[in-house]
């Protein structure tokens, strides 16, 4: 069986290329909640949102951040690297500014876990790839990250207990 994850994104800005990450069928994860039933767990308020991560993080061997243009301002995010975190679940990020979504690629976002539990902590892997004329090239980029999502999700870090 493939390794279980969650992955943490952006919805609204990155659910089509997060889409595009699930369709590699490489790794198992959380069910991808279209905009209807995400509405309907946002509008039951904080503690439904909570109660839905800590359901869907429960049995998942690792949590894998795919990292867009607006990932690291999203309240969300922060919460499931910090419950990653507590929980001692291995933790990474995996950058998608490059996979193409609705034909247009994205310029790449800050670094979450800077913000969220220190810099140089969690690897970050970024599989964007240029064309010849240093464009980037979502096609190659989708291929690169297809090659290496099953191995890059086996190097996430744990917080170590002091």
Same mark, same amino acid.
């Given at each position: 069986?493939?390794? &279980?994850?969650?992955?943490?994104?952006?919805?609204?800005?990155?659910?089509?290329?997060?889409?595009?990450? $699930?369709?590699?069928?490489? @790794?198992?994860?959380?069910? @991808?909640?279209?905009?209807?039933? /995400?509405?309907? !767990?946002? $509008? $039951? #308020?904080?503690? =439904?949102?909570?109660? /839905?991560?800590?359901?869907?993080?429960?049995?998942?061997?690792? %949590? *894998?951040?795919? *990292?867009?243009?607006? &990932? =690291?301002?999203?309240? /969300? %995010?922060?919460?499931?690297?910090?419950?990653? +975190? =507590?929980?001692?679940?291995?933790?990474?990020?995996?950058?998608?500014?490059?996979?193409?979504? @609705? #034909?247009?690629?994205?310029?790449?976002?800050?670094?979450?876990?800077?913000?969220?539990?220190?810099? #140089? !902590?969690?690897?970050?892997?970024?599989?964007?790839?240029?064309? +010849?004329?240093?464009? &980037?090239?979502?096609?190659? &980029?989708?291929?690169?990250?297809?090659?290496?999502?099953?191995? /890059?999700?086996?190097? #996430?870090?744990?917080?170590?207990? +002091?």
């Amino acid at each position: 069986m493939a390794k &279980t994850v969650f992955y943490s994104f952006h919805y609204e800005q990155d659910v089509h290329r997060v889409q595009l990450v $699930r369709n590699i069928n490489a @790794l198992e994860a959380q069910p @991808l909640l279209n905009s209807q039933d /995400w509405e309907q !767990v946002r $509008r $039951r #308020g904080d503690e =439904a949102i909570k109660n /839905w991560i800590h359901k869907q993080m429960a049995y998942k061997k690792a %949590v *894998i951040v795919l *990292i867009g243009k607006c &990932t =690291a301002s999203r309240p /969300w %995010v922060m919460y499931e690297i910090k419950k990653a +975190w =507590a929980d001692k679940k291995p933790l990474l990020g995996i950058r998608i500014h490059g996979l193409s979504a @609705l #034909g247009s690629v994205d310029s790449a976002g800050s670094d979450p876990f800077a913000k969220a539990i220190g810099a #140089g !902590v969690v690897p970050v892997f970024d599989p964007a790839m240029q064309d +010849w004329s240093g464009k &980037t090239d979502s096609k190659a &980029t989708y291929n690169k990250l297809r090659d290496n999502l099953e191995s /890059w999700s086996e190097q #996430g870090v744990i917080r170590r207990s +002091w």
